[in-house]
């Protein structure tokens, strides 16, 4: 009767491990798909991601090869790339409506500024996204299964050590500058949290913000 009892219990340990790795494998692949679905939809250009990884056991992540695209009519293969970013979530909090992140972290990210002060690919995808999230007054264009989808609650977020790439063909002048760190923090604390496209908003525009403020001030050295 014991080791049948221990058969039991070996076996219903066995199928709980199995479980836990098969969600785990289904849920790397959904996010995949999902940033690949829907960010072009809300950017309305390419984005590509090589690989999720991420551990249900101790809500930790990467998120490795993401390449956010030109919009038509700039020639610079890629906006910004991302080799590798790290995050930090509460497992329990899958099972809600609102996925609470602790921390996301870039790390030496790619960004290219093609165009002018005023008017280049970083404002025209902040643009793009102001559109289909509903800024400025406007009515959101967001996908309805996006802004059906879980909501998000990320309490800290950290890009660290970016490049801008400047190409200026008005002034026939292009060079590389660095911008300061950025930090996000308390982002969807709120009951209702935030979505994926606003999450992307926020973050843009402080990029944005950065990257021209960093070209305007480096032109004398390009």
Same mark, same amino acid.
């Given at each position: 009767?014991?080791? *049948? &009892? =221990?058969? $039991?219990? $070996?076996? *219903? %340990?066995? =199928? $709980?491990? &199995?479980?836990?790795l098969a969600v785990g494998f289904f849920l790397d692949g959904t996010v995949k798909k999902g940033i690949e679905t829907f960010?072009?939809? %809300?950017?309305?250009?390419s984005v590509n991601l090589d690989k999720v990884t991420l551990s249900l056991l101790s809500g930790s992540g990467t998120i490795q090869g993401l390449v956010v695209g030109n919009p038509e009519g700039y020639q610079s293969p890629h906006a910004i790339s991302i080799g590798s970013a790290t995050l930090a979530l509460q497992p329990k909090s899958l099972l809600s409506d609102k996925v609470v992140i602790n921390k996301i972290e870039m790390v030496a990210p790619e960004i290219t500024f093609e165009g002018g002060l005023k008017g280049n690919n970083l @404002?025209?995808? *902040? #643009?793009? =996204?102001?559109?289909?999230?509903?800024?400025?007054?406007?009515? #959101?264009?967001?996908?309805?299964?996006a802004k059906a989808?879980?909501? *998000?609650?990320?309490?800290?977020f950290l890009i660290t050590g970016a490049k801008v790439h400047a190409s200026l063909p008005d002034l026939k002048k292009s060079g590389v500058? @660095? $911008?300061?760190?950025?930090? &996000?923090?308390?982002?969807g604390t709120g009951p209702e949290g935030i979505t994926a496209g606003?999450? @992307?908003k926020r973050v843009l525009q402080k990029i944005e913000e950065e990257a021209a403020t960093a070209v305007a001030n480096g032109l004398a050295n390009f």
């Amino acid at each position: 009767m014991k080791k *049948l &009892l =221990l058969k $039991i219990i $070996i076996g *219903l %340990l066995v =199928l $709980i491990v &199995l479980a836990v790795l098969a969600v785990g494998f289904f849920l790397d692949g959904t996010v995949k798909k999902g940033i690949e679905t829907f960010g072009p939809k %809300l950017t309305k250009v390419s984005v590509n991601l090589d690989k999720v990884t991420l551990s249900l056991l101790s809500g930790s992540g990467t998120i490795q090869g993401l390449v956010v695209g030109n919009p038509e009519g700039y020639q610079s293969p890629h906006a910004i790339s991302i080799g590798s970013a790290t995050l930090a979530l509460q497992p329990k909090s899958l099972l809600s409506d609102k996925v609470v992140i602790n921390k996301i972290e870039m790390v030496a990210p790619e960004i290219t500024f093609e165009g002018g002060l005023k008017g280049n690919n970083l @404002s025209k995808i *902040l #643009s793009n =996204l102001e559109e289909t999230t509903g800024g400025k007054g406007e009515k #959101s264009a967001e996908p309805e299964a996006a802004k059906a989808g879980k909501k *998000l609650q990320v309490d800290n977020f950290l890009i660290t050590g970016a490049k801008v790439h400047a190409s200026l063909p008005d002034l026939k002048k292009s060079g590389v500058v @660095s $911008i300061p760190d950025i930090q &996000l923090t308390q982002l969807g604390t709120g009951p209702e949290g935030i979505t994926a496209g606003e999450l @992307s908003k926020r973050v843009l525009q402080k990029i944005e913000e950065e990257a021209a403020t960093a070209v305007a001030n480096g032109l004398a050295n390009f």
